[in-house]
């Protein structure tokens, strides 16, 4: 008969070492990723703790990433993991991306290219094919909305300046920043990339709306085409 696995239960854990409690004594941004699939999770297995059984899902080589790019069938596929599981996982995923974008009423100031990843990295950098959108700012740089002008590959016939700035004048935008993602995770401007933001700034002088930055979204990392001095 093989002798039974040594199995440490999260309840059997110091206070201070299970998530829930840590959460409550230092916040969540004390947590780490396992840590708070754990509580994503609540349970474990009659092998696996929760903590236990998020730490091995994190082990896949594409770690948080792979809870992004999941389909609820693959997530099921794991040992350890039911339906429920993969709902609750696949749920906290969809909800961290809504919350990447913007809300009715939420209308942060946008001052730099940083604050702008900070509105659509977390989302725009899992996304398998080139989403072109645009931040409509209002006069005091505050983010009025922002919108998906194409999906696909990018190119002057999917962003037409009549797509972008049609949006920007029904919402009375003072001001747009450009933004697309690049799927290989390279932000670096492409040819393209340049010819387009030329083409867009030089639309947005005649109309008065002026564009101030050309984001591109890579994996984690970003690129500011008015740093590049394309703007």
């Known amino acids: 008969m093989p002798e039974p696995e040594y199995h440490v239960t999260i309840k059997s854990l110091p206070e201070?070492?299970?998530?829930?409690?840590?959460?409550?004594?230092?916040?969540?941004?004390?947590?780490?990723?396992?840590?708070?699939?754990?509580?994503?999770?609540?349970?474990?297995?009659?092998?696996?703790?929760?903590?236990?059984?998020?730490?091995?899902?994190?082990?896949?080589?594409?770690?948080?990433?792979?809870?992004?790019?999941?389909?609820?069938?693959?997530?099921?596929?794991?040992?350890?993991?039911?339906?429920?599981?993969?709902?609750?996982?696949?749920?906290?995923?969809?909800?961290?991306?809504?919350?990447?974008?913007?809300?009715?009423?939420?209308?942060?100031?946008?001052?730099?290219?940083?604050?702008?990843?900070?509105?659509?990295?977390?989302?725009?950098?899992?996304?398998?094919?080139?989403?072109?959108?645009?931040?409509?700012?209002?006069?005091?740089?505050?983010?009025?909305?922002?919108?998906?002008i194409s999906i696909g590959s990018l190119n002057s016939s999917l962003v037409h300046p009549r797509e972008v700035f049609k949006r920007a004048v029904q919402r009375s935008a003072a001001a747009v920043i450009l933004i697309h993602n690049h799927p290989s995770g390279d932000p670096a401007p492409s040819p393209e990339d340049i010819e387009i933001t030329r083409r867009l700034c030089e639309a947005g002088q005649l109309i008065g709306i002026e564009v101030l930055d050309h984001i591109i979204i890579g994996d984690h990392v970003f690129t500011s085409l008015k740093e590049k001095g394309y703007i």
């Open 16 to 148: 201070e070492l299970r998530p829930r409690e840590r959460m409550q004594a230092a916040g969540p941004e004390a947590l780490s990723a396992a840590e708070l699939l754990a509580i994503i999770l609540r349970t474990g297995s009659a092998t696996e703790s929760a903590l236990e059984l998020a730490n091995r899902i994190l082990s896949e080589p594409r770690g948080l990433r792979y809870l992004a790019e999941a389909s609820l069938e693959e997530l099921c596929g794991l040992k350890g993991i039911g339906l429920a599981k993969a709902a609750q996982i696949k749920a906290a995923v969809e909800l961290g991306k809504r919350l990447a974008c913007l809300g009715p009423g939420f209308r942060p100031a946008i001052r730099s290219p940083q604050e702008v990843c900070s509105l659509v990295m977390e989302e725009m950098c899992y996304l398998d094919r080139e989403h072109f959108r645009v931040a409509l700012l209002n006069t005091k740089n505050r983010v009025l909305a922002v919108e998906t």
